[in-house]
C-alpha cells in the first residue's frame, strides 16, 4: 500500500486527538486461539496500515486494534501511528462512553464514530468496521458479488444520503480462518483502504472453547 502524506492540519489535529473512556480493568484475560470462521471469534487484535483520502485531506498510518465483544458492550482499543512511531490517534471505547480531549477541550458522546466525526470532520463507519474488516457484513448490508469459495467479494452498505461501498481487494488465512488482508471503502470523494498485516483471534482462558 503506497503511503499517503499529512496535511499540516491534519497532523495537528491528531497529534491533539486522545479518546478515551472510564478506565476499568478487563474482567477477563485472553489468549490466542485459531478458529474456522472469523465469527467465531468474540475477540480478537490487528496490526496493519490505514489511508484515508478525500478531497480535502489525506494521511496514511500503521493500524493497531483490540476488539472485544464478549460483554454487553464493546471494549475497543485502536492507535493510529505515524512511521516513525508516533501515536497519531488513540482510541478506547468502554461501557458505552467515548471522550475526546482536543486541545484542552473535552468532549464526550456514546458514539464513537459521531464523536470522529463531530471533532475531526472525518467520514469513517467506524461503528461497522469490526465486522467488515473480518469479512462479514451487517443485517443491512447488501452483497453485490462473492468469489468463488463463497467469501465476499463486494457489498453496499445503505446509509442516510450516500451508501458506503465496500471491496475485499484480497483475502489471507490468520489463526485458522480466512479474513481479508486489504479491502477498500467509499463513499462520494472519501476513499479508506485497510490492509491487514495480522488478525490474531482471542478468548478468555478461564473459559472452555
Excluded at 473512556?21 to 474456522?36: E, G
Excluded at 458505552?96 to 486541545?103: E, P
Excluded at 489471507?172 to 490492509?195: C, E, F, N, W
Aim: charged share 15%; net charge negative.
Amino acid at each position: 500500500m503506497q503511503y499517503l502524506t499529512f496535511t499540516p492540519q491534519r497532523i495537528l489535529l491528531l497529534c491533539c486527538l486522545f479518546l478515551s473512556a472510564c478506565s476499568v480493568k478487563p474482567p477477563h484475560t485472553l489468549s490466542n486461539i485459531d478458529v474456522t470462521q472469523a465469527n467465531e471469534a468474540k475477540a480478537w487484535e490487528i496490526q496493519g496500515k490505514l489511508a484515508f483520502r478525500s478531497s480535502t485531506d489525506k494521511f496514511s498510518t500503521n493500524l493497531f486494534w483490540f476488539h472485544d465483544n464478549l460483554l454487553s458492550q464493546p471494549h475497543d482499543e485502536l492507535s493510529l501511528t505515524t512511521m516513525i512511531g508516533t501515536t497519531a490517534l488513540s482510541l478506547t471505547s468502554k461501557q458505552g462512553l467515548a471522550t475526546i480531549t482536543v486541545q484542552g477541550k473535552t468532549y464526550t458522546d456514546t458514539d464513537p464514530q459521531r464523536l470522529i466525526g463531530q471533532v475531526s470532520g472525518m467520514q469513517i463507519p467506524l461503528n461497522k468496521l469490526p465486522l467488515w474488516i473480518t469479512g462479514q457484513v451487517t443485517n443491512d448490508d447488501i452483497v453485490d458479488s462473492y468469489n468463488d469459495d463463497g467469501s465476499i467479494s463486494a457489498f453496499t452498505s445503505p446509509e442516510l444520503g450516500e451508501s458506503w461501498q465496500v471491496e475485499y481487494i484480497s483475502y489471507q488465512q490468520q489463526s485458522g480462518a480466512m479474513v481479508p488482508k486489504l479491502l477498500q471503502i467509499t463513499r462520494a470523494d472519501v476513499r479508506i483502504k485497510i490492509q491487514i498485516n495480522q488478525w490474531q483471534a482471542l478468548a478468555p482462558i478461564d473459559i472452555p472453547l
